[in-house]
């Protein structure tokens, strides 16, 4: 069975920092492409973040480029993302997505449809 478990949300203060993890077991995403995306309250799931299979190449939405970082270790069957300067407009419950399909790894994908495998979801909060 294949789970990806995301940790490290919470409730925070604008300005603050943050680090999600997300790893994966049940199979290797080693060669494929992962990222991010988040869902803000009664708003459909967004794209945040992705990373290529080797973190050669990385993708950001714009309301994030510049604070937030995305990483990848496949020794660990892991991906991170690193916020600051977290906004307000920031909270979410942010989802881990791994791409399991024909495709180059190099790609990294910024649309829902692109990912077969999610998480649970974290919630983060971003108090003003």
């Known amino acids: 069975q294949v789970q990806l478990v995301e940790s490290g949300g919470g409730v925070v203060q604008a300005g603050d920092s943050l680090t999600l993890s997300c790893v994966a077991s049940?199979?290797?995403?080693?060669?494929?492409?992962m990222g991010w995306f988040r869902q803000p309250p009664g708003e459909e799931r967004k794209f945040v973040a992705a990373?290529?299979?080797?973190?050669?190449?990385?993708n950001y939405a714009d309301s994030v480029k510049g604070r937030f970082t995305i990483s990848r270790d496949n020794a660990a069957n892991a991906i991170y993302l690193q916020m600051n300067s977290l906004r307000p407009e920031d909270t979410a419950v942010y989802y881990c997505?791994?791409?399991?399909?024909?495709?180059?790894?190099?790609?990294?994908?910024?649309?829902?449809?692109?990912?077969?495998?999610w998480g649970q979801g974290t919630p983060v909060t971003v108090s003003s």
């Open positions: 049940g199979r290797t995403f080693s060669s494929q492409p």
């Open positions: 997505a791994a791409r399991w399909a024909e495709g180059d790894g190099r790609n990294v994908p910024g649309d829902v449809s692109e990912y077969q495998y």
């Open positions: 990373i290529s299979w080797n973190g050669g190449a990385t």
